[in-house]
């Protein structure tokens, strides 16, 4: 049985530890209110400017097809893996890197054997699990999430973007967490690169498909796609940014309470072994007591 000193040093340690994880609870409630509030504000841009982009995805002008929606025959992958720059947040980055390594074995098994695979971790946590391994990184997106812009963001979709118009890539995907409620992430792998149709536009009636192009359909494709594509990466970031507050508070709420629960085991087994000691204590009193009262 550990002594009374270690039991006692073992629950100052874990008070400690309670109220910090109590503490971290906090700031990430207060992170994540902000950063929903910011994702609840983005959706409905990002969604009506991504429907209007898949209608506009086939749409050919005098100066030829859009560039971004080729298909071609997959031989380099690039892979956009939106993980966080710090960790405590439960199965927040694991979830997303095993998702990444799902992808690689079922989808682009051949082009991983080939070592035409390259990971854009955006976040810390990505970018050390997949340099560990000696996977192929594109680019250095280690800090974005200390000062979370649209400006940041934009450099890692630019340079998406380019690697797939001058046809170093030619398929980009993004896997990310999509935020639904604190308790909840899901885990989404969409299809950046090249752009894609999405479900029901071709059906769409003409009210909702049929456009004005004005100055020019050259112009709205130079312009309105490049920016479409760039919200999207933007919104997966803050959408990522959010379900990882949403995740470090659940983790640190549970952890709080598991605090509790050792702290309540400690204290019993500190007051059992206090009583044990008292109790040993009495019974060599007694023993002494009796032992003087035979000698005389």
Do not use: W
């Amino acid at each position: 049985m550990a002594s009374l000193k270690e039991v006692r040093n073992r629950i100052v340690s874990v008070g400690s530890t309670q109220q910090i994880t109590k503490a971290m609870k906090m700031v990430a409630a207060a992170k994540l209110r902000r950063s929903q509030d910011n994702i609840m504000r983005m959706r409905p841009y990002a969604q009506r400017l991504n429907s209007i982009l898949s209608n506009l995805s086939n749409v050919s002008g005098e100066g030829g097809e859009n560039v971004y929606a080729q298909k071609r025959d997959v031989q380099r992958v690039l892979i956009i893996a939106v993980t966080s720059d710090r960790g405590l947040c439960g199965a927040f980055n694991s979830n997303v890197m095993k998702a990444v390594n799902n992808l690689i074995n079922e989808r682009y098994s051949t082009q991983a054997a080939a070592g035409n695979i390259e990971i854009m971790a955006i976040g810390k946590k990505g970018h050390e699990y997949f340099t560990k391994r000696n996977v192929p990184t594109a680019g250095d997106y280690t800090t974005i999430f200390g000062n979370l812009t649209f400006e940041r963001v934009r450099v890692a979709a630019e340079q998406a973007m380019e690697g797939f118009r001058t046809g170093l890539y030619d398929q980009v995907d993004l896997v990310y967490n999509e935020f639904k409620n604190v308790a909840t992430q899901v885990i989404r792998t969409e299809q950046f690169l090249p752009i894609q149709e999405t479900p029901g536009e071709q059906n769409a009636s003409p009210m909702e498909s049929d456009y004005i192009f004005e100055p020019s359909k050259e112009e709205i494709l130079e312009q309105l796609i490049p920016k479409s594509l760039k919200i999207q990466v933007y919104k997966a970031v803050l959408e990522s940014n959010a379900s990882e507050h949403g995740a470090r508070m659940t983790a640190m709420d549970k952890a709080t309470e598991n605090a509790g629960e050792l702290l309540k085991q400690l204290k019993l087994t500190y007051n059992r072994t206090r009583q044990a000691a008292i109790t040993t204590e009495i019974l060599e009193i007694v023993g002494g007591a009796e032992a003087l009262a035979a000698s005389r």
